[in-house]
């Protein structure tokens, strides 16, 4: 799916089954909450820390499409075209960091 196409889903799904979009800053504190959700998988996945037993039913991929879900919210209510907004910041990095990961001898 491509990201314009997200955008619309979400905006048809928001109007139609949601009933409005929360506010941004209400939306802003639920995409920290989601993102915190996918850290604790992380921390307890990959990390140092262990599952408890209330962890037993995570998802990964799920908390990762609610944070997708929750950041094209905030998109839709900000004006933001997310396609232009990611084409544009990869070109940035691809300028900025052009010789600088190359060059980074922790990397090697």
Known sequence: MEIKAAQQLVD????????RYF????????????????????????GEQSFKKSDTE????DEMADVLFV?????????????????????KKSIRDADRHRNNEKLR
């Open 12 to 19: 048809n799904w928001i109007k139609t089954t949601g009933i």
């Open 23 to 46: 506010n941004e800053l209400t939306n802003t504190a639920i995409l920290m909450e989601e993102v915190g959700e996918v850290a604790r998988i992380m921390a307890r996945q990959y």
């Open 58 to 61: 995570v998802n990964l991929a």
């Open 71 to 91: 950041l094209i919210c905030l998109a839709n209510q900000t004006g933001v075209d997310l396609s232009e907004a990611f084409e544009k910041n990869l070109e």
